[in-house]
DNA sequence: CTGAAAGCGCTAACAA
DNA sequence: TTGTTAGCGCTTTCAG
């Protein structure tokens, strides 16, 4: 059990050398020629007082801290975070390296979140991960520059800086892809209705996806409202009481699909069967819980974590060059998890 | 904007004094005597410069990180992880300290934890919270009583250390209580199968709640199952087959209770006119977005990891004697959060 | 093969 | 009222 109490010159002592040979020993510092009986000696000694280093004096002294900063906005509202969290804690915990937490808000200002970048400064950390709750555009701390970082689920609004997002494209083109594949040619989207790049873009895969399958990607069916269980309960409402109502339903997330759940109930119109349905996110307790299980398209937030946090760790050792992956973004895959609101179409 | 480069003794330079009395305006040392003057021209100096205290240095010096460990079990996996660390992040934040965590398993093997434990001892951490995602016993690694620490929803098996879990009985309590008070008198109870304290402790207080209420709580019908949505779904089924089905029903969390909601459509039952329900842990998505809106019982990890914080923060600056505190556990309050499941019976 | 000693940036006796 | 200086515990150059 590690002892606070006790440094390297204790251990000097007990095996009867230097400092100087204790740290080449317990280090393993490769240019370091001390005999096998002394190494052993020293190994032993540290061992018996339970010593283990001081790390902060190490760093003072290495100018190397071993300590990413994680600045993560809204860390108790939504479970992404803790995902994010997760991915970074594992990466960083596998190179020797750990976190430091602060928690912002999506809404705070420029200024406070300037102040949470800079107490991790004060620290040393030796970079770090600067991470949103959703993908969009973020207007950055100056401050963050000083150090190596990187963004995670978010693209800057100026500057540039490695960033790390979702492949909003590539997922909504998946989620559709499975409507299609199952022979629904009556396809609707529940969009929402922020301005951020999700929604345009899940719009325009939607669009792109069913003109490609030779369907008018233009004249179909769009509904949209806030991206909460209420606005997708009212959207699907509108959605299905058209004539021509859509037989399979992308929604822009699950909790807008678990409205449409309720609208479809309500309508008498029974999922799968009258009606198919993907989303977007997979929440564990909506998706998997629900009856039917939704199909839905995960997002990859333990990867970009990890991702990140791999890349910042490259960079402050010196095997990449940040600045030189700066640009564009990095997008990671967002998979798509069947389960069993998607079948084919009644005819 | 501070920068990393820059030290004291340029601050000292540029102000044209020494580093003590760089030190002693900078941190308003209280014995110290210098001049209004000389203290203006230390300060616009390090403004100028954008000095930052390197936080480390002063560590080493002062054997005070101003950093606190929190090792936290599963992070990703429930929405419980995100408050407490936001509430141990508010609290550390207001008093100058920041966070260092570390996710851990809840099955991970005594030496890993504690080998996390190490890793925050290394880096000197003043003190540390250990958070657990569910209130039970648990077997604290032995390194941890090396510093100050506080236990977070969970009692020690062994040992003491000062600890602060969720009033199980109070919520539970409040939760029949709010039924009772409606006017139910044929009230069910869907309890968890694991051997948790809030498996007993709620059963208990079910009873307890009944039998004052001169019903007899003895007789009155508790279904066990795993608490998930499918546990609650069964559970909920045999309940509401029962003759004598109950009009009232209190659900050990709200996954089971959206389980309840199920079994209870499937069985032509609606909520809240054939049947009131309650459940417990006011998991935001499940309880708010549920049709009814779920009443339910909060968990209050966000003010546990707030009070384990100040707490501990008061041991690591002398304010308090942890040791004196370290049993029995401190217990919160689980409000109740009242939404629209819960009516008077049918008569 | 091993050790002495300087110094990382800061605080706090102690001296002036 | 201000300055000198000795460390905090470690790594690393340089000399044996």
Redesign the pocket.
């Known amino acids: 059990m590690s002892n606070r109490n006790i440094?390297?010159?204790d251990v000097a002592v007990a095996a009867?050398?230097?400092?100087?040979?204790v740290?080449?020993v317990?280090?393993d510092?490769a240019y370091?020629?001390?005999?096998p009986?002394?190494r052993d000696k020293v190994r032993t000694a540290a061992e018996e007082l339970g010593y283990g280093?001081?790390r902060l004096?190490?760093a003072?002294?290495?100018?190397r801290t071993g300590m990413l900063g994680l600045v993560s906005e809204d860390i108790a509202t939504t479970p992404h975070a803790g995902r994010i969290i997760l991915g970074a804690d594992e990466a960083a915990k596998a190179r020797g390296y750990n976190l430091m937490i602060i928690n912002t808000s999506g809404s705070a200002s420029l200024e406070s979140r300037q102040a949470d970048v800079g107490a991790l400064l004060e620290r040393r950390v030796d970079g770090i991960l600067y991470a949103t709750m959703y993908h969009r555009a973020v207007e950055l701390p100056a401050n963050l520059a000083t150090v190596p970082s990187v963004l995670v689920d978010s693209v800057p609004t100026g500057g540039n800086i490695t960033a790390v997002i979702p492949d909003e494209e590539g997922g909504a083109r998946a989620a559709v892809g499975a409507l299609l594949e199952a022979g629904h040619i009556r396809i609707g989207f529940l969009n929402n209705t922020d301005d951020v790049p999700a929604t345009r873009q899940r719009l325009q895969a939607f669009r792109d996806m069913l003109d490609e399958a030779g369907l008018d990607g233009g004249a179909a069916p769009v509904e949209s409202a806030v991206s909460e269980v209420h606005g997708g309960y009212e959207a699907a409402w509108r959605m299905l009481s058209r004539e021509d109502r859509p037989t399979g339903l992308f929604c822009y997330n699950d909790r807008m699909a678990m409205g449409a759940y309720r609208a479809a109930s309500e309508l008498g119109l029974s999922i799968p069967g009258d009606l198919s349905v993907v989303g977007f996110d997979d929440q564990e307790l909506i998706a998997a819980n629900f009856n039917p299980g939704l199909t839905t398209v995960a997002l990859p937030h333990y990867e970009m974590g990890a991702w990140a946090t791999d890349h910042l760790i490259d960079a402050i050792e010196g095997k990449t060059d940040l600045a030189l992956m700066a640009l564009p973004p990095t997008i990671l895959g967002c998979p798509l998890v069947r389960r069993d609101s998607v079948v084919a179409p009644r005819r």
Chains 1, 2 share one sequence.
């Open positions: 440094g390297i010159k009867g050398v230097s400092v100087t040979t740290s080449h317990l280090n510092v370091a020629r001390v005999s009986e002394t280093p001081n004096a190490q003072l002294r290495t100018q």
